[in-house]
């Protein structure tokens, strides 16, 4: 029986509760059973609803001044433009200008701000710092999401990875009617988190507050775009249902690609909102609305990713630095191969080798994208060794290969054929273990 270290055959009637999904599908597997045991979460699209042929829409070269410390501020205005399908790879701007300045983000005084006696005051204060991010595909509209403005003075909006993954043009509208054009500054895939820049004057930004102190039980409020833009600066309001809360995303074959510590709350969090803010009564933002479960059983069980961690990757993302390892999530290592035990391996390919060989796991297959493949490792080499430990089946190198992170660099140790089948060498590889997509 293979094993598949790269997902890209799922076992039969081996799909989990619940799919893993960006892009706000159905999920028609109700397999229920496992319940949060697994907490296999399906990340929708809580903002990149992707819009069908029908017309429903279903969700950086700059200098500026060093802004000052994220306090409140009092409401400033300002103005212009920017709707489809496709699965054409994104051609967006990702260039940056290498002498930028990043933004010193700093997080509101406690008692800065009493606004929890009216939720009309908390929107009106934050409002004008939300926008509607509108993604684009070959002229015609893909997607929906949210955001909101971190640095007034430069042009920053945080928003999800997710929402601008795919996409050519990427549009931001203020819930007054101004529109501009965004470029991207960074996004993250793993953290989930996206900087986007507008050439922009007199916008509003955002307080932050400190989601490392915050309590269950406390009251928040979301404010974004759900379903489309008729129905944008939506807030809702709930609570803090858990904090730091660990949860497992998975892909559409219930491997799971990643753990995240997130912020859970009952606010109605719906696709279109994702990228936006979630916000204390002091009207500091708090997280970023991200994912929820999605399925029929299930109400009220939405994450968002905590602000405070949120600000490094913003800082990282502004300055064109790598994210490496971070408090919000964790990516799944993977080497990219296919692997059988030896035995079962050359009965498969029917290779009747004419010499002595090693026990280990014979590859099957590999990507040749991989970083694996790029190293050298190939098809028919029978790994023995893992970066110091011993494989001698599957379940070993699967122990060994779960005691690390993806961009660790590891070495494997492999016995390679001739081509005759007549003899064979070991030979070491060196490479770093690719993030499970």
């Not at 991010?133 to 430069?154: E, H, K, M, T």
């Amino acid at each position: 029986m293979n094993n598949n270290y790269n997902n890209q055959t799922p076992p039969q009637n081996n799909r989990p509760d619940y799919s893993y999904n960006w892009n706000g599908s159905d999920n028609n597997n109700k397999n229920g059973g496992n319940g949060l045991k697994v907490l296999a979460i399906i990340a929708i699209v809580i903002g990149a609803l992707a819009l069908t042929v029908l017309g429903v829409m279903l969700a950086r070269n700059f200098d500026f001044e060093l802004p000052e410390a994220f306090l409140p501020t009092e409401s400033q205005t300002s103005g212009t433009e920017g709707d489809g399908s496709g699965n054409e790879e994104s051609s967006l701007d990702f260039s940056r200008d290498p002498d930028i300045s990043v933004p010193d983000f700093s997080v509101a005084p406690d008692s800065d701000i009493d606004l929890s006696t009216d939720l009309s005051k908390i929107y009106n204060e934050c409002s004008p710092s939300c926008c509607t991010v509108r993604v684009s595909l070959n002229g015609q509209p893909y997607s929906i999401g949210s955001g909101f403005v971190i640095d007034a003075d430069g042009g920053y909006i945080a928003t999800n990875h997710h929402v601008i993954e795919t996409g050519d043009q990427i549009t931001v509208a203020f819930y007054d009617g101004r529109e501009y054009d965004a470029k991207i500054v960074g996004s993250d895939s793993v953290t989930d988190i996206a900087v986007l820049h507008v050439e922009a004057k007199g916008l509003t930004q955002v307080s932050f507050g400190d989601s490392s102190k915050i309590k269950i039980g406390e009251n928040v409020v979301a404010i974004g775009t759900p379903y489309d833009e008729t129905l944008a600066g939506t807030m809702t309001c709930g609570i803090v249902s858990g904090t730091a809360r660990e949860v497992q995303i998975t892909n559409d074959y219930g491997k799971v690609v990643k753990t995240m510590k997130l912020i859970q709350t009952d606010c109605s969090i719906n696709p279109g909102n994702s990228g936006g803010p979630l916000i204390d009564m002091a009207g500091t933002v708090i997280g970023i609305t991200s994912l929820k479960i999605a399925d029929e059983q299930f109400e009220g069980i939405g994450f968002a990713i905590p602000i405070t961690s949120a600000i490094d990757i913003f800082q990282k993302l502004i300055a064109g630095e790598d994210i490496g390892d971070s408090d919000i999530a964790v990516a799944t290592p993977q080497i990219g191969i296919t692997v059988y035990d030896v035995e079962d391996g050359l009965e498969y390919f029917r290779m009747n080798p004419r010499c002595e060989y090693p026990e280990g796991v014979l590859i099957a297959d590999i990507e040749f994208n991989s970083s694996a493949y790029a190293a050298g490792l190939s098809r028919y080499d029978i790994i023995t060794d893992f970066n110091g430990t011993e494989v001698k089946n599957r379940e070993d190198l699967t122990t060994a290969l779960s005691k690390h992170r993806a961009g660790e660099t590891v070495t494997v140790t492999v016995f390679r054929f001739n081509r005759m089948l007549t003899s064979g060498e070991y030979e070491t590889i060196t490479f770093k273990l690719d993030a499970a997509e």
